[in-house]
């Protein structure tokens, strides 16, 4: 029996060695580009955001494991191939760019009292991290948000992305674009399953989302442009 919690311990230990091991490694990597203290806050607020999935997705009582990171791309948590009903889909979606929204506000918040540019840089980061997220596309948060409310609103996020892309070339978009297409074609042409659960989202259920989810892209766009607007040229 002991062998056995041993054994437990182990697998868990291993589990949070390994999340904080990828955190660490795209820090360094970070660093070699962008100096140590902007690449720690960047990493710090992409894990404030996976822990708003993380907690929203304990709440639902949902199997979830620890954030893991990759450099360049971002991260995850992993809800072990769960298949989740679309309102589920939106919380544990939308509790990632509420919470790293708010840990992107407190580090501007600390920037102006201290007045101090790099913690500006790395809100701004925060602030455009948590918008991009929000592009109405699967597999970005806001992708699953949207759907509670209709999957075709996931139409407007191709155009919103070859728009980005076209602004700031990236692959890491145009993996996400491989990604999208698909299910936005499939919406597009009104051949999207509807699974029975999405039924159960009431009137009042989608407007709550569509309001949070407009709320918070509102809110980011003018914090991001303003934080923009204060950084040195």
Known sequence: MKALLALMMAGKLGKVL??????????????????????????????VHEMGHYIAARQRGLDVGLPTFI???GAWINLKNQRLDPETAAFVGMAGPLLGSTGAFVVYL???????????????????????????????????VVAVISPKIWIIGIPLLAA??????SPLLIVVA????????????????????????TRTLKIRYAAEYLGLVCFLTLV??????????
């Open 164 to 169: 980005l892309f076209f602004w700031r070339p």
């Open 71 to 73: 450099p360049f791309v």
């Open 18 to 47: 390994f999340s904080a091991g990828s955190m660490l490694l795209s820090v360094a990597i970070y660093a070699q580009l962008f100096g140590w203290r902007y690449a720690a806050g960047f990493v710090l607020l992409l894990l």
């Open 110 to 144: 600390a920037a102006l009292q201290y007045q101090l540019t790099w913690l500006l840089a790395i809100a701004y980061a925060g602030f455009v991290l948590n918008l991009f997220n929000l592009i109405p596309v699967v597999p970005l948060d806001g992708g699953h």
């Open 224 to 233: 991001a442009f303003e934080v923009h607007s204060q950084l040195p040229r």
């Open 178 to 201: 491989i990604l999208a297409v698909p299910r936005a074609w499939a919406a597009f042409r009104g051949k999207l399953p509807v699974p029975p659960e999405s039924l159960l989202a």
